[in-house]
């Protein structure tokens, strides 16, 4: 029988012509494919037959997540150089021949059989998109992991965020720096100051409340939907010497009540929203804060054609997303009476913090494999290459947009030159 790596490639070669985007070593030892290219090892036929009952996206992450199939060296690069070639070079349809000759190589590589058993770790969202339900079992799927997991993945800030690198040349500056340096700049474009009213919607492990709280006595209600990190932000208050001053709250943000806010933020949470939601979360920003106060958003956005996270994120770490463009999003905050002040896209800046969790889980992957498991250690391997790749290629943005409830009269509270645009002006 021919090495099962060139009946590989024959069969590629019906969907895919030219030469092949990756090597790749099937589970007879066999290669095939360009020297200098990715090495992708095929360990056994059940790789193909996934791609058989699952094409595309899914059904290659799902190889990956089961080590069917795996990737010798940097996963993020390989991603790169074979999506590169792909996109370069786009895939035919064959015709009735093609399809039948690709069929019988596909029964010749054992790739035919009954569907191969699901991963562990599939998100199964029921009921009505967006209900506090299905939107309070999508939060526990992802953030609901594990808060030691969390801890080994992030910095001792436990922001699962965008970072903010303003020192990116400077070997001795860590991810710590640059998370401590986003809450810092957040904090500066709230104004934020001694006695002021903070809302924190969607607050994570806590990362922003605790320093709004320590480093500007700002009195803070931190909103959650996941039990975890509620648990886990009122201890740390606590332990923090800051409980006096922060009110964790475990509720959806529909359920926020009160108003008069001096300033409310909602760091990566308007993802999970919902696109139909997302004017009715607007207007409940607006009217929380009292007229002067400040509104910043930090969210992720996507093309007009790919609002969703794709259908690994979807099926495996974040069910329900929904990112748009961010002009769209300003549209909408607008639309809901708040006047939009500046946009900073922070992309590269993700880029460079989704690596630096990337270097952390390789160097702790021993100990997150013992806690969450093999699969799913994969899963977030094969999620943080991927991530990394979207925000370095530019598939998707992220951005701070700060904006304001304006005063009846249309007064600001913010100054007019971009020199001082963080500072409080006025009364407040």
């Known amino acids: 029988m021919r090495p099962a790596a060139d009946l590989l490639g024959q069969l590629l070669g019906h969907f895919l012509p030219g ?58 690069e390989a991603l790169s150089r074979a999506g590169r070639t792909v996109r370069d070079r786009p895939g035919t349809r064959p015709g009735p021949a ?192 009292r007229p002067g106060g400040r509104l910043l958003i930090q969210q992720m956005s996507r093309g007009a054609r790919a609002p969703g996270g794709g259908a690994f994120i979807e099926t495996y770490i974040a069910p329900d997303m929904h990112m748009r463009p961010v002009g769209r999003t300003i549209g909408l905050l607008e639309a809901a009476g708040l006047e939009a002040r500046s946009v900073e896209s922070l992309r590269e800046h993700y880029t460079a913090t989704i690596d630096a969790w990337r270097s952390t889980l390789e160097e702790r992957w021993d100990a997150v494999e013992a806690l969450v498991g093999t699969a799913t250690a994969r899963v977030w391997r094969l999620y943080l290459a991927g991530a990394s790749l979207a925000f370095a290629e530019r598939r998707m943005g992220v951005d701070h947009i700060l904006a304001v409830r304006p005063t009846r009269e249309g007064a600001s509270g913010m100054p007019g030159t971009p020199a001082a645009r963080y500072t409080r002006v006025g009364p407040s």
């Open 19 to 76: 030469p092949l985007p990756v090597r790749f070593r099937a589970w007879d030892g066999s290669q095939a494919g360009p020297a200098d290219a990715p090495l992708v090892t095929l360990r056994s036929p059940g790789a193909l037959r996934r791609l058989l009952w699952q094409p595309g996206e899914l059904g290659l992450a799902e190889a990956y997540i089961t080590g069917d199939l795996d990737v010798e060296g940097d996963l993020a």
């Open 98 to 289: 093609g399809m039948a000759a690709a069929a019988a190589l596909a029964v010749r590589l054992g790739a035919v059989g009954p569907p191969p058993e699901r991963p562990d770790g599939r998100a199964r969202p029921t009921g009505r998109l967006h209900s506090v339900s299905r939107d309070r079992a999508g939060i526990s799927h992802h953030y609901d992991l594990s808060n030691d997991f969390y801890a080994l993945l992030l910095d001792e800030s436990m922001a699962y965020s965008c970072a903010y690198w303003a020192r990116p040349d400077d070997p001795a500056y860590t991810l710590a720096d640059a998370q401590r340096d986003k809450l810092e700049l957040i904090c500066r474009k709230l104004g934020l100051g001694p006695g002021d009213r903070l809302l924190d919607v969607g607050c994570g492990w806590g990362s922003l409340a605790v320093h709004a709280a320590r480093a500007h006595q700002v009195r803070v209600t931190a909103v959650t939907l996941s039990r975890a990190q509620y648990e886990y932000v009122t201890e740390r208050a606590a332990r923090e010497g800051v409980a006096a001053l922060v009110d964790i709250r475990l509720r959806h943000w529909r359920d926020i009540d009160g108003g008069g806010y001096d300033a409310a933020a909602a760091v990566e949470m308007g993802e999970h929203v919902g696109d139909a939601e997302y004017p009715v979360f607007a207007t409940g920003l607006h009217d929380a804060l």
